[in-house]
């Protein structure tokens, strides 16, 4: 059992930054890859995107590349989203999310591959 606890959402103006963490307790982190979910009013859940179990390795939604940077500190136990030119489209509870993975290279990008999920935190982005 994994058990994750998000931080750092709030409310910020388009164009802002916000940064987000995930703490992980229980099983061994580095076992784990590591994603970020996010689901906005009245739309299902959505990949924002994922890193490998050393951190080799990264995935990004299109939607994200080049704005949010996601990274994990396994001696920490704590996963990361940078959240930079934020854009209103981007207001969605944001889920950190953890998925058994047998290879350094494996990154999760199906919202159906992670097995274990924090409780969420709430971005809002204004206009």
């Known amino acids: 059992q994994v058990q994750l606890v998000e931080s750092g959402g709030g409310l910020v103006q388009a164009g802002g930054s916000l940064r987000l963490s995930c703490a992980a307790f229980?099983?061994?982190?580095?076992?784990?890859?590591m994603g970020w979910v996010r689901q906005a009013p009245r739309k299902e859940r959505e990949f924002v995107a994922t890193?490998?179990?050393?951190?080799?390795?990264?995935y990004y939604q299109d939607s994200v590349k080049g704005r949010f940077t996601i990274s994990r500190d396994n001696a920490r136990n704590t996963v990361y989203l940078q959240m930079n030119s934020l854009k209103p489209e981007d207001t969605a509870v944001y889920y950190c999310?953890?998925?058994?993975?047998?290879?350094?290279?494996?990154?999760?990008?199906?919202?159906?591959?992670?097995?274990?999920w924090g409780q969420g935190t709430q971005v809002t982005v204004s206009s």
């Open positions: 999310a953890a998925d058994r993975s047998w290879s350094d290279a494996y990154v999760s990008t199906a919202v159906s591959e992670y097995n274990y």
């Open positions: 229980g099983r061994t982190f580095s076992n784990y890859a």
């Open positions: 890193i490998s179990r050393r951190g080799g390795n990264t």
